[in-house]
C-alpha cells in the first residue's frame, strides 16, 4: 500500500468552500465567517461594503474578504459568485445571510421599504442559488443554508413586512430540499430566535428616514420596541449562535430545520397554540389592547 493509504480519510479531503452573504462587523454573518474558519472551511466572507469586513481575514487565516457583494445587485451576484469558482474552482456551501427588518404598520408601510425587504430576504437569495447551484449539481453534492428566522412562524404586529419575507424563505426552502436532493444538495433552513447583533441598529436607521404614521402614532413607540424585540436581555451571543449552527450545517446529515437561540422555542410553539389566544397575548405585548378606536386626524 502507498504512504498516502495510511492517512486519516479526513486528512486527504479537501477543506469546504463556505460562501457568506451579509459578513458585516456586528452582524451574524461575521460570527458564523469565524465558526465556519475555525471549523477548518475555507470562507469566502463577502458584505456590500468592503470596509465593514476589512479586518475579518485577519481574524483567522481561512477567511478570504476579497468579495464586495451587494445582494440586490445582479451584477454583483454573478461577479461574486464567478469570482469564487475561479479562485477555488467550486462553491461547497452557500450562507444566506444578508437580510433587514422591516418594522411598521402593513397599513402604511411605505411600498418601497416593503419591496427591498422581499427583494433583500427572500429574492437575493433564490438568485444566489439559482447561480451557484449547477456547478454543485455537476459534483452531485452540496449544501444551501437559508437564515430564515422564528418570525416566520408568525411576527405579530409591527412586524408582518419581515415576518412574510421570512415566510416566504422558508416556503421556498421546503419546496428546494425536495428538488435538489436528487444531485445530493442539502438545502438547511435556519430560524434563530433573539440573537444579539447589528439588527436593531440597522432597522432604526431605516425607521428614521420613514414617513409619520398617519394612523398608527399614538403606537410609534411600541413600533419602535419592537426593533429592539430581539435584542433584550437573554438573547443568545452571536458567537454561540454561530458554533451550533456551524456543528448541525457541517453533519453529514444535516437538519432541515436548524431553530436555535433565546425565546426560539417559545415562539415557535405559539404557532400551534389556538389564534384568540395568540392575538390576545400579542395584543398585550405590542399595545394594541390599550385603544379600541382610534381618533384619526
Known amino acids: 500500500m502507498g504512504a498516502s493509504s495510511s492517512q486519516p480519510r479526513h486528512a486527504l ?55 464586495q457583494l451587494d445582494v440586490n445587485s445582479a451584477e454583483s451576484r454573478e461577479a461574486a459568485v464567478a469570482s469564487a469558482l475561479e479562485r477555488h474552482g467550486r462553491i461547497d456551501i452557500l450562507v444566506n445571510n444578508a437580510g433587514m427588518h422591516c418594522i411598521a404598520p402593513i397599513a402604511e408601510v411605505p411600498p418601497s421599504l416593503l419591496e427591498k425587504a422581499f427583494a433583500t430576504n427572500v429574492f437575493a437569495p433564490i438568485y444566489l442559488i439559482q447561480a451557484v ?21 408568525g411576527g405579530g404586529p409591527w412586524a408582518g413586512g419581515y415576518s412574510a419575507s421570512k415566510a416566504a424563505l422558508h416556503a421556498l426552502s421546503d419546496s428546494l430540499r425536495l428538488e435538489l436532493k436528487p444531485f445530493g444538495i442539502d438545502v438547511v433552513i435556519v430560524t434563530p430566535g433573539a440573537i444579539k447583533s447589528n439588527l436593531e441598529n440597522n432597522a432604526i436607521q431605516v425607521y428614521e428616514n420613514l414617513p409619520k ?25 452571536s458567537d454561540e449562535f454561530a458554533e451550533k449552527t456551524v456543528k448541525a450545517v457541517l453533519r453529514r446529515n444535516p437538519p432541515q430545520y436548524f431553530r436555535i437561540g433565546h425565546l426560539s422555542f417559545g415562539l415557535t410553539l405559539s404557532y400551534y397554540i389556538p389564534v384568540a389566544l395568540r392575538d390576545r397575548i400579542a395584543s398585550k405585548m405590542f399595545g394594541l389592547n390599550k385603544v379600541l378606536y382610534s381618533k384619526v386626524d
Open 213 to 237: 404614521w398617519s394612523f398608527y402614532q399614538q403606537w410609534e413607540q411600541y413600533i419602535k420596541d419592537r426593533m429592539g424585540y430581539s435584542q433584550k436581555p437573554g438573547a443568545t451571543s
Open 13 to 67: 479531503e479537501q477543506p469546504q468552500v463556505v460562501m457568506i452573504t451579509g459578513c458585516s462587523k456586528g452582524g451574524m454573518g461575521h460570527s458564523l465567517a469565524l465558526a465556519f474558519a475555525r471549523a477548518g472551511c475555507i470562507v469566502v466572507a463577502t458584505a456590500r461594503s468592503l470596509a465593514s469586513i476589512d479586518n475579518l481575514d485577519e481574524a483567522h487565516p481561512n477567511i478570504q474578504t476579497l468579495l
Open 133 to 153: 447551484v449547477p456547478q454543485m449539481i455537476a459534483k452531485r453534492s452540496g449544501k444551501i443554508v437559508n437564515i430564515g428566522s422564528v418570525a416566520g412562524y
